[in-house]
């Protein structure tokens, strides 16, 4: 008898516990759930963004243009001009949805060269790429032929 | 009696731990790692199936001999210690000094193999102790190393050229 009344005292104990901190206010259970449940949002868009990005093949097409283009630099001579056949590329960009405010896909994004640093980005998505050095002190300029579905090179 | 007090007390520090604020947290903070491990297998395992990383490092060394060895023999002033590489053969000097990601030596020789210049250096250095490494040591990291030579004739003279190129440029995801 002498424990059940000690187990319904603590019992009381608790429950005063749970609902009022040492203070006597009351507990703010809201916001860890929030900061729970936002946190779980985002992880989970991330994996799904990264699964999604991949799974289409534009990170291995990026780099894969990306080494091509650079070692075609690399082994050409001033003067030359090269065509790169870029359908994949065009295909993807499409797919990701790379277009500008009229609804043209954005050739001038998908491959940039920064002749200074000698620095060639492929980016086949609307945020991100991949980079890659060439080592030539060349003059390079890109052009694209989108109804050939190619990228031309002209290298000075 | 004591018994049964004992019992009372470990089944209110159960209902305790599942009610309290704190076991939450635990809770909450444990779900967090869990996450991290399966977001961390996940995208391990998705590079793995779809991201096969294309390693170029040998194909590069093997342009950069060439276009060495190509400028070298096109160059009558090869063996004048003011032959500046980097001029000559279009190479981008800044690439090789600050990017640490090529390497070539180009050593000229007679016929009794004696060298007729200083060899012309560019690049990481240490390359080249991890390509003569590489056969004997199998490691991922290390540059991919190209050697390859050409005999020219220069003033009824011929000249030995032996070039050796070295890259590990691996390229980078930018956001």
């Known amino acids: ?156 | 009696m004591l018994l049964k007090s004992k019992k009372i007390k470990l089944e209110l520090f159960r209902d305790n731990l599942l009610k309290d604020c704190r076991g939450e947290k635990i809770l909450s903070i444990y779900w967090f790692f869990v996450l991290g491990v399966v977001g961390l297998g996940v995208v391990w395992g998705v590079l793995a199936f779809y991201g096969a990383d294309s390693d170029v490092r040998i194909l590069e060394a093997n342009v950069l001999s060439e276009k060495l060895l190509r400028c070298v023999s096109e160059n009558e002033n090869i063996l004048d210690e003011s032959f500046d590489v980097f001029v000559e053969c279009d190479l981008d000097k800044n690439i090789f000094e600050e990017e640490e990601i090529f390497y070539f030596r180009i050593s000229f020789l007679n016929e009794d193999e004696e060298k007729l210049r200083e060899d012309i250096l560019g690049g990481v250095y240490s390359f080249e102790e991890t390509c003569e490494l590489t056969g004997k040591v199998e490691a991922k990291e290390y540059p991919k190393c190209v050697e390859r030579g050409r005999v020219l004739s220069l003033d009824s003279q011929r000249v030995y050229v032996k070039v050796l190129a070295a890259s590990n440029q691996r390229g980078e995801i930018f956001k």
Do not use: C, W
Request: net charge positive; hydrophobic share 40%.
């Open chain 1, 1 to 156: 008898m002498k424990a059940i009344t000690h187990r319904h005292r603590e019992a009381r104990k608790m429950k005063r516990g749970l609902l009022f901190d040492k203070r006597g206010e009351k507990n703010d259970m809201i916001s860890p759930i929030i900061i729970y449940t936002i946190g779980n949002i985002l992880f989970f868009t991330f994996l799904i963004i990264f699964i999604a990005r991949v799974s289409t093949g534009t990170l291995n097409s990026e780099q894969l243009y990306a080494k091509e283009i650079a070692l075609l630099i690399d082994g050409a001579t001033p003067g030359m001009e090269l065509e790169i056949d870029f359908t994949e590329g065009y295909k993807i960009a499409s797919k990701n949805n790379v277009v500008d405010l009229k609804g043209n896909l954005e050739v001038t994004k998908l491959v940039k060269i920064d002749n200074e640093a000698n620095l060639l980005m492929v980016s086949l998505s609307s945020s991100g790429g991949y980079k890659f050095h060439f080592f030539s002190d060349y003059e390079v300029g890109v052009g694209f032929k989108l109804n050939e579905d190619k990228i031309v090179l002209k290298i000075k």
